[in-house]
């Protein structure tokens, strides 16, 4: 597999280039005489993980590095897709008894202690001759947390949680990163949402006339496509539909991807003549959701076509609830959940942006900022009125990586950890 | 000298991000045994000629690398200060005949070829027993270009402009950057400008309050220390004045440079009471200048008071000139060069920043990016009207550069070469 810059996760390339080029060619496949420290370990397991991210949900992304027992780069593996094999199991595949003698595993998870759709890895691990395994953050789950390590000390392993002491750079945040759908899924039992948006330095999306082709470059606009790749379902509003009719589908050579649609759409504007638009053509019916406001929505088309329509596509229909008025974001998220969205990637317009954002409804903001100004223009934010520095939004933990002249800003909520 | 983010211009610290840990080793002063290629030792000469930054104006900064016949290092060196030496003499400096036996030296700009403040470096390189000259780029100045590679060649040396054919890395943006105001005041006659501003990612300089302490993080507003001492003004409107009452001086350790200030005071609102404010007690007289309004300034103060001080400060006031109703930028720049400023850093506030952004009256932005979003606020480009993405304004060449959590973003305008 040959990685570029927009198949594949961009903290996955920030974390190599804090390594040595050696790690690098390990990442990039390379099969080099080397000895790693379990932090260099662990990140190459976190950069493999990373590896999985468009096929494991709703899975986690999970990594695991094997070294010998000199430290010397054995092998290294990740869980592929859901229902494969995990990651432990594809870093030993093929090594001999020989090789993993005295080894140590390091894997970016605890080891799952319970048969699932495939054998406990803490039990497989427990039967080889390794000697020690360094996991990077406990099973979620904590009725769960503990279980696998368990299996593998009384089997006589040297087991370790990844403890950051000693080394320059504290991978914890990384192994929450490379996890954190699934993580917030878990521990919150709601869908993980990213806000994702194209904009000039001065923050706006588009020209006050709407033009917005194209704010940013080819290469930010590939990316796009794998962001779309890592979620559930891409969402947009109604109006993006009927002014640019786009496709929505995930175009990357060599995935083969269906992701599925969300369309916030309160007064069925879409819904009632949805075969005009393209995104019909390219994505299965029952792939298509539609946010609707049932009262506005009836009123607008107050015929027995709609009607119908709203009853055959009843299963594929969000009816939004209003809180004092307004649209209540925590009951979208709760009801993209109970329909299995486990992410779902927000895309605009700026004012279905605005919506999550200003409602602190997001977990993660993807923005490619253009090194250009625009002037007036519409804007993700223009409804947002703060009196104080002290309520700014902030994204924590953010890291920027360049697409040519364009920067990708990335941050999480701090609302939510 | 230790180099820290905020001591060193940003672009020398990305270039070096570019080379092999040996070159950034050479560049933080280690003496080590390393062979150079001629990209990789005018990578260094340049990273040595920004050191120079903040007092070499009004000449250019020059690096200079020195190897030896076998490639290897020998010395570097870089223009100081005003008056001293250049770098060619610098990095000689101490190396003995028998080192310079067939020696290769690389410098950033083309050997000057008369004598000036100090003797013509192109003749004391002909005197030695080099073998080779290579330099970045040409003498400017059309009239001597060549002239200095000329006395180099007829001692018989090898002389090369730089090329960069072959080498992964072209290096000629770097070169005209790292010499960028010397180059622009001598092609064009006119002011270096640069806007210089601290924003939210929204495109926001403060809230509708105009509270803006702080949008950037204290590495940021360090690194805005340095970049006023690589000017040699800074200019502000009249309203931060009343507003913010800054000292508009250069706070950085180790740096005891007396910078100028300009006031765009149209309506002497500042300066009819400028002894209120702080800035008076850091700065002389001499080098406080005001943008004024002859007609309007006079109109609100009319006074004999008003008249007897702009008579007195008459050397550092600068008239407006109006062209079509409107303040004409071109003539600001025209004076401020008149009055032997070849560079002002325009800090603020927005109105005063919009202004030159939107008469394309600027050479270089330099944007501090923090990762929050304010919502409403004031903006540098809310006065902007576009109706057309060609007419978008482009930061060229940009790059950018994180100072923690906060990104610094700069280009340069596509408008001036």
């Known amino acids: 597999m040959i990685l570029n810059s927009t198949n594949i996760d961009f903290r996955a390339k920030l974390l190599l280039e804090s390594f040595s080029s050696e790690l690098r060619l390990l990442a990039t496949d390379h099969q080099i005489d080397f000895s790693l420290t379990t932090n260099e370990a662990l990140a190459l397991a976190i950069f493999e993980a990373y590896r999985g991210s468009q096929r494991v949900a709703p899975n986690p992304c999970v990594g695991c590095v094997v070294l010998d027992q000199h430290g010397r780069f054995l092998a290294k593996g990740h869980h592929e897709f859901y229902g494969g094999p995990h990651a432990e199991v594809n870093a030993l595949n093929g090594l001999t008894e020989e090789q993993l003698k005295e080894a140590h595993v390091i894997v970016t998870l605890e080891p799952c202690a319970h048969q699932g759709k495939t054998p406990s890895c803490a039990k497989t691990l427990a039967n080889l001759p390794i000697k020690k395994v360094t996991y990077g953050l406990k099973d979620p789950n904590p009725l769960v947390a503990g279980a696998g390590a368990e299996i593998l000390k009384t089997a006589g392993k040297e087991v370790h949680l990844y403890n950051p002491a000693g080394y320059d750079l504290d991978l914890t945040q990384e192994l929450e990163e490379v996890a954190e759908i699934f993580l917030f899924n878990f521990r919150f039992k709601k869908t993980f949402l990213s806000l994702k948006w194209a904009q000039s330095l001065d923050g706006k999306t ?22 779309r790749s890592i979620h559930d379902a891409t969402m947009v509003g109604a109006n993006t539909i009927v002014e640019d009719n786009p496709l929505l589908n995930i175009r990357m050579e060599n995935v083969d991807k269906k992701s599925k649609i969300v369309i916030f759409d309160p007064y069925g504007k879409v819904l009632v003549k949805e075969k005009e638009f393209q995104f019909t053509e390219v994505h ?96 993700y934010s223009e409804a947002i009125v703060n009196h104080s520095m002290e309520n700014k939004i902030r994204l924590n933990y953010s890291k920027s990586f360049s697409f040519g002249a364009d920067l990708l800003l990335s941050g999480i909520s701090g609302n939510y950890n």
Do not use: M
Not at 206 to 227: C, D, M, Q, V
Not at 317 to 329: Q, V
């Open 284 to 379: 299965q019916s029952e792939n298509i959701y539609y946010l609707i406001d049932e009262l506005e929505s009836k009123r607008i088309n107050p015929t027995k076509q709609f009607e119908s329509i709203l009853e055959s596509k009843v299963s594929n229909i969000i009816f939004l609830d209003k809180t004092k008025g307004f649209y209540d974001p925590l009951k979208i998220n709760d009801k993209l959940f109970d329909k299995g969205l486990k992410s779902v990637l927000i895309e605009g317009g700026a004012k279905t942006i605005q919506f999550f954002l200003k409602n602190c409804e997001w977990q993660r903001i993807y923005t490619f900022i253009a090194p250009i100004i625009l002037g007036q223009g519409q804007s």
């Open 206 to 227: 588009a020209l006050l006339n709407g033009e917005s082709k194209w704010i940013t470059n080819p290469l930010s606009r590939e990316y796009s496509h794998f962001l």
